[in-house]
């Protein structure tokens, strides 16, 4: 850009400023100033770049005076690049730039297109624009939102303003802007219903970015109505196809010559860029003529000899009802058909055709008939029943052969089968029984049952030992239900023999008092087979593993059912089989049980004794070896003895019943001291058994009974003497007799508890008053049983020194028995005798008086032994020699006499 102006003045010197918008301009080099003359100067300003801000008013020297500086609109920009592609639905932004002073306007102009190749609409202008100001450079911004199809054009920027007082306008290169859009269709085809043979005519468009190309699809639909989605692609080879692309939408249409396979749901597919969308189907209903009644759909049943029925099920009427139904049939040999029935399809699809032939073979065909026409006709194969065989030839029976259930018969086809011969069946008869059927009689190959194509087999199943007769005939079948043919010449036989069954109800009972004996009774076999020679009883015992090879065994023979076995063990439990016996053998029966009648039972094992006491002995057994029954009670039976000192013997016996689950006992209530034999019976219901062995044992002494002190003391001076007599052992042994003495004060009580003290030893002199002393001690075994004692002999008697008694001093006395027992005394006492010894004044006289009573005594026993002498001898002569009358012979008046004489003395 250059300005110039000129400056006037004198002298003028220096470079010219300028200014900008009243500003001084810093750069001051663009300034050249060139002399005119001596008053005038002019400057000239260059500005190089007109890119830059240089838009304003300028001025020299002087702010009086200004230039405006104006640039046309000039595009420095453009929108690039030229194709911008899009999806529907995303955003875009287009932009440019300009320069000018004043500043540009920018707009934006469209072109709207549908396709690259279609006409185009006008242009419009968009004002709505983004502006961007930098200095002299504007930037317009254009920003598409969620574009669709109708954003599809061009695009081109413009940049206007006034320079130089005239309007000015520049515009870019249009930029092409392409949205992409899936495929849409516009029009989809109708659906109709239209007869066979007959064209279809479809049409489909659809549109899209890039343009869609359009294919035709069906689901075929079957004859009842059923769609199967397949999608399967109609092409030029099945259908003419036409195609169009036009203001960028695809025009399809579609003629086809429709048969009654073609009903379905035909539909048009638009695809691009691997995107697709389906039409609306549309339902086409081609009406044709009805299919054939297939061969699966027909069912033929045999009813009996000649006769059919023919059942089937509807075809597919291809959207025409079905009207009525032809049903024709032939020989298969043959081509012209015979019309069995016209069927009306809202009857009972089913028809009966006889007299036909037995067992042979027939064509059938059944035609549908709908408003279009007749269906295919479709030939069914069948054969007809078979009729009845004639009877089987050469039937005969193998007598090597014949066992007792079975025999082997043998035959020829019949001469006439009219079928496929299903079974033999053999009628046959006993001689106690009408005709038996045996039906069903099946193929086997283990010839259990006679086969259809067999010759022979094993007719099973008889009865041993019984005469038959036997009819053979040969058997079709219809169905279920058996065509039996004539019956062959009868054969007859008789089995053979074989093992009887087992006996039957077989009993075992008992022998009321027969403890060794039971009865075994029984029922004959149920079936015989054959003659029964005897029965076999194997019997053992119920404890013992059944082996009849290790079982006793017992015969019996005809008729009787029972036996009675002996020799067998009381109250013992047997198991019994019976055998029934042929010329083959026999069955065993079931195992039965009995038990033999319940029997005394031997004695108990093992009494044993123990725990005596002064009064009781436990006992204690084992169960007897033999039981033979249930044991009721235990009964304990004792006998006891002891022999006294006296010897005098005692006794004590009894008995005591225990209950028989109970094997130990008490006995009570016995005498000390005794020796007791026991032993035990156990008794059932059935009495008393063996006695045990005995078993001895003795009783435990207990106290002694207490001994005694008969008469009265006789004191002298210094002894007393005293009679005693041996304690009784009645209680038991006694070990030794002690004689207690205690000097006593005159006029003090007897403290008889002194003498019970334990520990009495012998003679003291430092003996306290009223202490007892031990004055003499016998072993039991040598006191004598009755003696005068003097006590204070100054003797020693046991061990014991029997000490001299004092004068004038009161003494009691205590007789003392001693048993011991496991080591611990048991005493008794007498009651406690005193005695006072002589003072010494009156010692002498006593002494004399003593020797004459003494001396007094003696005469007079002498006397009384000479008179007894005298009246012994006078009875003696009375008995042999002298008369009842006289004195001696007199009895009465002897024995008064003596008597007399007796109290005298």
């Known amino acids: ?84 592609v899009v999806s529907a639905g995303n955003n875009i932004s287009l932009s440019c730039s300009a320069v000018g002073c004043p500043l ?30 930098s200095h002299d450079l504007i930037t317009g911004i254009l920003e598409l939102k969620n574009v669709s199809q109708s954003d599809t054009g061009h695009y081109k920027c413009c940049a206007k303003n006034v320079a130089g007082g005239s309007p000015h306008e520049e515009c870019s290169v249009p930029v092409f802007v392409d949205v992409k859009f899936p495929p849409k269709i516009l029009e989809h085809p109708d659906s109709r219903v239209i007869e066979e043979k007959n064209n279809l005519h479809l049409s489909c468009s659809g549109t899209g970015n890039p343009i869609p190309t359009i294919t035709w699809h069906m689901n075929r639909r079957d004859c009842n109505g059923r769609v199967t989605v397949n999608a399967v692609i109609v092409n ?93 049939y032939t020989l298969a040999s043959d081509v012209n058909y015979v019309l069995a029935e016209n069927v009306s399809a809202n009857a009972s699809l089913l028809v009966n055709i006889t007299q036909l032939l037995p067992h042979t073979s027939y064509l059938v065909q059944v035609i549908a008939v709908n408003a279009i026409g007749q269906g295919d006709r479709i030939p069914v194969m069948f054969s007809s029943p078979p009729g009845y065989p004639s009877a089987p030839q050469n ?37 106690v029984s009408k005709w038996t059927v045996v039906s069903k ?88 087979n054959g003659r029964i020679r005897l029965y076999t009883v194997y019997y053992n015992l119920l404890s013992l593993a059944w082996s009849p090879n290790e079982a006793m065994k017992q015969n019996t023979t005809l008729p009787d059912n029972s036996i009675d076995i002996g020799e067998l063990s009381a109250f013992t439990s047997y198991q019994v089989v019976v055998q029934a016996v042929t010329i083959t053998g026999g069955n065993h029966s079931e195992l039965a049980q009995g038990t033999t009648d319940q029997g005394t039972p031997s004695e108990p094992q093992k009494l044993r004794a123990g725990n005596a006491t002064k009064d009781s002995i436990d006992l204690a057994w084992d169960p007897p070896a033999t039981p033979r029954g249930i044991i009721q009670n235990y009964t304990i039976s004792y006998n006891g003895r002891r022999t006294l000192s006296n010897d005098t013997i005692v006794y004590q016996s009894g008995r005591t019943d225990v209950s028989g689950h109970v094997v130990y006992s008490s006995v009570g209530a016995l005498h000390s001291g005794f020796t007791f034999d026991f032993f035990v019976t156990a008794s059932t219901v059935k009495g008393n058994g063996l006695p045990s062995i005995p078993q001895q044992m003795q009783t435990l002494p207990s106290v002694p009974v207490d001994p005694s002190l008969p008469g009265s003391p006789v004191s002298s001076d210094t002894t007393v003497t005293v009679q005693l007599n041996r304690p009784s052992d009645e209680n038991g042994d006694i070990q030794y007799v002690q004689l207690l003495v205690a000097e006593i004060s005159s006029g003090s009580s007897l403290d008889a508890a002194a003498f019970q003290a334990p520990s009495i030893g012998g003679y003291s002199s430092n003996l306290p008053e009223g202490t007892p002393y031990i004055a003499a001690q016998w072993q039991y075994e040598n006191m004598e049983a009755s003696m005068e004692f003097v006590i204070g002999s100054d003797s ?81 002569r009375q008995t042999y020699k002298y008369p009842a009358d006289t004195v001696f012979g007199n009895d009465r008046a002897g024995g008064e006499g003596v008597t007399l004489l007796f109290w005298l003395v």
């Open 1 to 84: 850009m250059n300005l110039s102006c000129q400056v006037t003045g004198y002298p003028v010197t220096g470079p010219i400023p300028w200014f900008k918008d009243g500003e001084l301009l810093d750069d001051q080099q663009s300034a050249r100033t060139i002399s005119a003359d001596e008053t005038a100067v002019v400057s000239v300003l260059v500005q190089h770049n007109a890119t830059e801000q240089i838009c304003g008013n300028y001025s020299c020297l002087s702010l009086s005076h200004s230039a405006l500086v104006t640039l046309k609109s000039h595009l420095v920009a453009e929108p690039t690049p030229s194709l911008n």
């Open 395 to 431: 039937f005969s029976i193998d007598e090597e052969s014949v066992l007792p259930t079975s025999v082997v018969l043998s035959w020829a086809q019949p001469k006439t089968t009219n079928g496929d011969i299903q079974s033999y069946r053999v009628d046959f008869l006993n001689v």
């Open 441 to 528: 009689r099946s193929i086997s190959t283990h010839f259990e049952e006679f086969p259809g194509n067999s010759t022979s087999g094993i007719l099973t199943g008889l009865q041993p030992y019984t005469a038959y007769t036997f009819q053979l005939r040969a058997v079709n079948k219809i169905g279920n239900r058996e065509i039996v043919g004539n019956g062959s010449m009868a054969s007859e036989i008789t089995t053979a023999e074989t093992a009887p069954s087992a006996p039957l109800q077989v009993k075992v009972s008992l022998v009321r008092d027969r403890p060794d004996l039971l009865r075994i009774t029984w029922n004959t076999p149920l079936q015989q």
């Open 104 to 133: 540009p306007f920018i707009t934006w102009q469209f072109q709207q297109i549908l396709s690259q190749a279609s006409l185009q609409p006008p242009i419009v202008t968009i004002v709505s624009t983004i502006p961007v100001v």
């Open 236 to 328: 030029d080879l099945q259908a003419n196809i036409s195609r169009l692309v036009l203001n960028g939408r695809t025009v399809s249409n579609i003629t086809l010559l429709v048969s009654r396979e073609d009903s379905g749901q035909y539909f048009c597919r638009a695809t691009a860029s691997g995107l697709s969308i389906n039409s609306h189907p549309a339902n086409i209903i081609v009406r044709g003529h009805p299919a054939g009644v297939s061969e699966s759909s027909v069912f033929v049943t045999q009813l009996d000899v000649g006769l059919v029925s023919v059942s089937w099920s509807p075809p597919c009427d291809y959207f025409s009802p079905i009207l009525y139904f032809l049903v024709e």
């Open 796 to 876: 020693i008697i046991g061990e014991y020194r029997n000490w001299p008694l004092k004068r004038g001093t009161n003494y009691a006395f205590v007789l003392k028995s001693v048993t011991i027992v496991s080591g611990r005394q048991l005493s008794s006492f007498s009651q406690p005798q005193t005695a006072v010894t002589i003072s010494p004044s009156s010692g002498d006289n006593g002494g004399v008086i003593a020797g004459v009573v003494v001396t007094v005594i003696i005469v007079l026993v002498i006397i009384v032994i000479v008179v007894l002498l005298v009246i012994i001898r006078r009875k003696r």
